[in-house]
């Protein structure tokens, strides 16, 4: 009996963990959800203010970067706060790794998410600022304003010239990529013309003093999507992880449940043969009298 109520605990256990299991499987797909369908409402946007930004900067008479120069920067890694998410932080923390060598000068770190920043720390990579990661679509809409603040306040401190983002951008459901890419200064190729404007538009104001305005948005924009994709592929890795846990609950569940049905088995014609040797042995009694 001591062996049944063992087993009953442990069943019981292991459906209440399934049942968690199953919880954050279903809110993970939701968060999905919800982030894939916001990230496609808010590019039209973004393309508008890049568009705009390129027409602006042409009329200044500025250039347009391409990739390849070597000048200080900042580079901002976009993880998370929250754990069960596979190897979502440790991916992007290998891409931040990586950058510096790569880029070829100085470079800073700010990471979004305290765990992604504990995992730049083990790497050898300690980032100037941890700010903590939104871990909803409405947490990122109200944080916005302050994460911009402060992500362009380090900027600022660390004197660099340029602006990268690390972070995991999504691809669908369960599938994202680590990806590092500069957003400051603007990269030609990011600035692609006629992409959101039927007709030029027409500009009523200075070039120079629209051009501030316009950076700043641009940085906004970007930072926004650069955490709605994080938000959607981390979700996604928690999906595909607990769609995995779930699997081994359900066998580990499975196998206790056949422990169980053969120890009660067992028990019972433990029990049987018990009342049948008492009944054999009140007959013999019997017929010994």
Known sequence: MAELRELQRKLDSIGALQDVVHAMRSLAAVYVRRAEATLEATRPYGQAVNTALRLVMEKAGLGIDREGAERPALGIVFASDQGLAGSFNDRVAEAAQRFPSEHGAPVRLVCIGHRGGAVLALRGLE??????????????????????????????????EEIHFAYNAFESVGHSAARV?????????????????????????????????????????????????????????????????????????????????????????????????????LQDDGGLR
Do not use: C, W
């Open 181 to 281: 890419r500069r957003v400051l200064p603007p990269v030609h190729e990011a600035l692609e013309p006629g992409r959101a404007f039927r007709y030029e538009p027409i500009l009523t104001a200075p070039p120079l003093e629209l051009l501030d305005h316009l950076v700043e948005e641009y940085l906004f924009i970007e930072l926004y999507q650069a955490l709605l994709e994080s938000h959607a592929s981390e979700n996604g890795a928690r999906l595909t992880a607990m769609s995995a846990a779930s699997s081994n609950v359900e066998d580990r569940l499975e196998e206790i449940r056949r422990q169980y049905q053969s120890v009660r088995q067992d028990t019972i014609t433990s029990e049987l043969m018990d009342v049948v040797s008492g009944a054999e042995a």
């Open 127 to 160: 980032p100037m600022l941890v700010l903590n990661a939104p871990t909803s679509l409405e947490g990122i809409k109200a944080e916005m304003p302050d994460l911009a603040a402060r992500v362009f306040g380090a900027f600022q401190e660390s004197g660099a």
